[in-house]
């Protein structure tokens, strides 16, 4: 069974940078593509970014040229680099593995496996 364990969010003003990871374990790793996905308040569920099991990157509009997802195989870590904040980004954010449909034109918002999550606040 995969687990996934998020980790780094907190509070920021508006232009700073926060990083976030996520831990997997109970699954090979790298087999799966893997995504950050988020929820902000009155907000549809985003695919934030996604990093394909071929090593390849999507990234959601919004945060493109903002955001980097990268991770670490020999650890097993998921990562978010989030730069340049703004009052948007607010939200909940989760780690996930494994999309349901993975269509390569978006980052996915449906997977099958996903972290609790850890909150995201911007201020402006």
């Known amino acids: 069974q995969a687990q996934l364990v998020e980790s780094g969010g907190g509070s920021v003003q508006a232009g700073g940078s926060l990083r976030l990871s996520c831990t997997a374990s109970?699954?090979?790793?790298?087999?799966?593509?893997m995504g950050w996905v988020r929820e902000g308040p009155g907000k549809e569920r985003e695919g934030v970014a996604v990093?394909?099991?071929?090593?390849?990157?999507t990234y959601e509009d919004s945060v493109l040229g903002r955001f980097t997802i990268s991770k670490d195989n020999a650890k097993n870590i998921l990562y978010l680099q989030m730069n340049s904040l703004n009052a948007e980004d607010t939200a909940m954010y989760y780690c996930?593995?494994?999309?349901?449909?993975?269509?390569?034109?978006?980052?996915?918002?449906?997977?099958?496996?996903w972290g609790q999550g850890t909150q995201v606040t911007v201020s402006s």
């Open positions: 990093i394909w099991s071929d090593g390849t990157t």
């Open positions: 109970g699954y090979t790793y790298r087999r799966y593509s």
């Open positions: 996930a593995a494994d999309p349901k449909w993975p269509l390569r034109e978006r980052p996915p918002t449906e997977y099958n496996y």
